[in-house]
DNA sequence: GCAAAAGTGTTCCAGATACACCCATGA
DNA sequence: TCATGGGTGTATCTGGAACACTTTTGC
């Protein structure tokens, strides 16, 4: 066996949180208060202490360092692991990933910039700047995951206020794939796809005729893939 | 906080190796030698000791528990983390679990049956045994992410020789399906998507006309996706 | 009445499906 | 010569893509 450190393996979990900020698919990020990497822009995480499950550590940890409740980010998916090597200048480490979406969330903590440099925010992926650890290949990794979630699921609606309309759904579903789709393709294709129902209520917003008013058929994530043959 | 074991967690990883054995889709299993769940088939797996990382854990605990060797294997996707409260009965476990594919691979120890009742064994998914932990939920998950990879990777060809016949191939889709494929159709649609290439060679094996050998464009997971619109 | 977003149908094309016979070989 | 699996083409159907105008509202 390798002479290494003879610390046991260590247990961190990191939330990756998106949300559709000004249009743009977002992620949520901390400024790090410690080394390693102190100072730059990571995906929150704690380590799992004893006691606590991942769950429980995600949701203590999002609070801590984000000021986000998790109740308000619908996870989706198993979460992944990933080696991470460096987290821990003592020790190996393992990350579990949780993947999540939410709607109108407010990043802040009460007594913000004051505590060490933290500053949650969520960024626009077209903006990342340089990610500690390999969180940037991480993101690059689930981006490509929710790409294809978006194709057979209907987890877009989780990027989405309880009622929306269709063209919210459309504009959902551009923020991630990044090109714009046509729109009595788009409607067709969903409708088709029955993941929606009509609520009966409109939505009457601006100088324009009102919009009809869906939700999603079921509140938990759902396969729409079509069989091989 | 509640009141729970004050040792921090663990982390184990396990191994969920794929192979098709006549025709059948199997999973490598092994009876478990100690508690909890003695004497219960599990997914072949260890704890992860100090000084190593899970992808070394894995060599080691495949090693140990079955007999394969990992070089023997070919991984696919990133391992997922499963929560394992009850796989210590001290601590709270996260399990890192990868999903490997494989040819032709014997499994066995060399002091076999005798040492605590092991048994490494693939076994084949019909016909899967009462398992310990939630494996069973885990085997169900993994087979439902095995068919999306199928439809849109070269996946197959992992469970396959380096060089293979069509034919071959076809059944590895039906043996993951669990439906027999019209063979021209078959033949077209996996031809257009270019992700194998005839060798030159053929196959003389039977009282029947050689099958041309086919391999894999390239030796890594890729996907060939189509795009959204 | 005008600006702004909602809503709606048809044509065309590509890819999926259904389907049956001849070919090369070993015994 | 026969048994066995290998190899091939066409007609049809379905779902995706391209494409532009009318409707309803607030100002």
């Keep these: 066996m390798p002479k290494t450190a003879a610390t046991p393996p260590i247990l961190t979990v990191d939330g990756m949180v998106f949300q559709i900020m000004d249009g743009k698919l977002s992620v949520l990020l901390v400024q790090r208060g410690f080394e390693p990497f102190k100072g730059a822009w990571a995906l929150p995480g704690v380590y799992i202490e004893a006691g606590e499950n991942s769950h429980e550590a995600l949701e203590r940890g999002l609070m801590q360092k984000t000021g986000v409740h998790l109740s308000s980010v619908r996870l989706v998916e198993q ?128 100088a324009h005729r009102p919009a009809k008013l869906y939700q999603l058929a079921a509140d938990t994530l759902q396969n729409y893939a079509p069989a091989f043959e």
């Design 79 to 206: 979460p992944f692991a990933f080696d991470a090597p460096n987290r821990d200048p003592r020790a190996y480490a393992v990350s579990v990933m949780y993947m999540g979406l939410c709607y109108g969330v407010q990043a802040g903590l009460p007594d913000a910039a004051a505590t060490n440099l933290q500053n949650p925010h969520f960024t626009p992926l077209s903006k990342l700047p340089p990610l500690a650890y390999d969180h940037a290949a991480i993101v690059t990794f689930a981006r490509n995951r929710l790409k294809s979630l978006m194709m057979y699921t209907n987890a877009a609606g989780f990027l989405l206020p309880k009622t929306f309309t269709l063209s919210q759904l459309q504009q959902a579903y551009e923020a991630i794939f990044g090109a714009p789709l046509d729109k009595r393709n788009f409607r067709k294709r969903i409708l088709a796809l029955n993941f929606v129902q009509e609520t009966g209520k409109s939505d009457r917003d601006g």
